[in-house]
């Protein structure tokens, strides 16, 4: 294993904390106690229910698992166990009151500091010791503030968060083509380096890929809404079964939010009502309308190898990066992270975030669909605990790649894998197309 610089991982890992707990702290600020523990949709928990359970499973990894405390109040762990109660079921438990809640999470983040600046970093394996705990709670909480951010745009009424500025693109913002070829051949997929890279993305192991073609930016609004105008939520052929049951069903037209007003498509975006903005990725979109999409296209989804290899690889020395742009953390000109932004950047945005192949924003901006179920890597093992990632293993859930503008950078790198059920829309997904390579491309 490599040597850990544990000086460097404590510091990183207050930095990942703090910038978590001001996130946290923003989302659940922003309203009054009555929306706080109010349920915006039966798809969420109230937000004070994330409040506490960030708190709670931070006392449960870095205090009692970690540094062997006592629980402080082990009479909560069931109420905020997320596998005990499903979202829906959450408002009707006997959940911690805001100031409650509030200084639970404020006491345990306390004593998890005092714990960090005590403890060896280096003990254990790359997973087992408090080094990789650190960075897993401070992921944890990420994940969640972009839960929070979910709830804050289902929510109704006017803007509770207050607009950042949208993203900025340099005029030369466009890629040079449509499509890249992304070369056959076997690369390096999954880590087993990357210190806070969680159960799922290990090991590294080779994996075999066919040359493909992959769209060098995400499918855009306006390239969506070719595919609504050309009747394509009423064309049976373009969709899964399911997917067009769901269509029939529920009356679908568009991607959530989106309305049909006074002749044009606008759609609601954290409380505002807008214009579909026509360069920016299509978002809230289910993996049925992302597969339908590419099947009207002529193309398909990426599966989730061709994704990596296309985020990673680097042709000239034939090893998997960190990132698509390398090996360093990203940074404002590298990718849209961390709700700096509440929106995508236009398509074809970040030239400083481009892979050695020429493909943009694969992180951040929007999560991306992909065509894979999600599966354990040859020599998966379940870490820390199995329902992280183990018992969602199956053909029930779609991976998706690449982060989003509402997840911060400590939960997003070119191996992480988020999954989601085929139908979800309210996260902020889009995708973008590939194909494969015929005659008339050589
Ligand atoms: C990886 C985003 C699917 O939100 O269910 C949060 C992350 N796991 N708490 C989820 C997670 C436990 C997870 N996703
Ligand atoms: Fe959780």
Redo the contacts with the bound molecule.
């Keep these: 294993p490599p040597e850990v610089d544990s000086e460097g991982l404590r510091k990183r890992a207050v930095e990942a904390l703090t910038t978590a707990r001001a996130r946290t702290d923003l989302l659940t600020s922003c309203v009054d106690d009555g929306e706080l523990i109010s349920q915006h949709s039966p798809l969420m928990s109230p937000l004070v229910w994330d409040l506490a ?1 960030i708190g709670n ?1 931070e006392e449960q990894w870095l205090l009692r698992n970690v540094a062997g405390r006592q629980a402080m109040r082990p009479e909560i762990d069931s109420v905020y166990d ?1 596998f005990e109660h499903p979202r829906a079921e959450r408002p009707t438990l006997p959940l911690l009151a805001p100031a409650e809640a509030r200084s639970y999470a404020a006491d345990v983040r306390g004593r998890a500091l005092d714990v960090l600046e005590h403890s060896a970093l280096d003990g254990g394996g790359p997973l087992m010791g408090a080094a990789f705990a650190f960075g897993m709670i401070a992921q ?1 909480e990420q ?2 503030d ?2 929070m951010l979910i709830t804050h745009q289902l929510r109704r009424g006017p803007a509770a968060l207050h607009a950042p500025p949208p993203p900025s693109v340099p005029a030369h913002a466009v890629p040079s083509a449509a499509e890249v070829l992304v070369p056959g051949g076997p690369f390096t997929m999954g880590t087993s380096v990357e210190p806070w890279a969680l159960d799922n993305e290990r090991p590294a192991h080779a994996t075999f890929v066919p040359p493909f073609l992959l769209d060098t930016a995400p499918v855009s609004n306006a390239a969506y809404l070719r595919f609504i105008e050309d009747g394509g939520y009423r064309e049976p052929r373009w969709w899964a079964a399911p997917g067009w049951d769901l269509v029939r069903t529920h009356g679908l037209n568009a991607p959530l939010f989106w309305r049909h007003e006074g002749g044009q498509w606008v759609r609601r975006h954290f409380g505002v009502t807008e214009p579909v903005p026509l360069d920016e990725p299509v978002l809230h979109v289910s993996w049925y309308e992302a597969d339908a999409y590419a099947r009207w296209a002529g193309r398909r989804l990426p599966s989730e190898a061709e994704w990596e290899k296309a985020a990673r690889f680097d042709p000239v020395s034939g090893r998997s990066m960190r990132y698509p742009w390398g090996d360093a953390d990203p940074t404002p000109e590298r990718a849209n992270l961390g709700q700096r932004h509440l929106r995508p950047a236009p398509v074809g945005a970040y030239p400083g975030g481009e892979s050695p192949l020429g493909v943009r924003q694969l992180v951040g901006d929007v999560w991306e669909w992909t065509s894979s179920d999600f599966l354990p890597y040859p020599g998966f093992a379940p870490f820390p605990y199995r ?3 183990a018992v ?1 293993f199956g053909p029930a859930h779609k991976v998706l790649r690449g982060g989003s503008f509402a997840v911060d950078a400590v939960a997003c790198r070119g191996t992480f ?4 059920l085929p139908v979800r829309r309210q996260i902020f997904a889009g995708f973008r197309t590939a194909r494969d390579l015929t005659e008339g491309d050589l």
Excluded at 417 to 420: F, I, K, S, T, V
């Design positions: 359970h499973q997320a944890h994940q969640h972009e839960t329902e992280y990632s969602f894998r988020n999954w989601d």
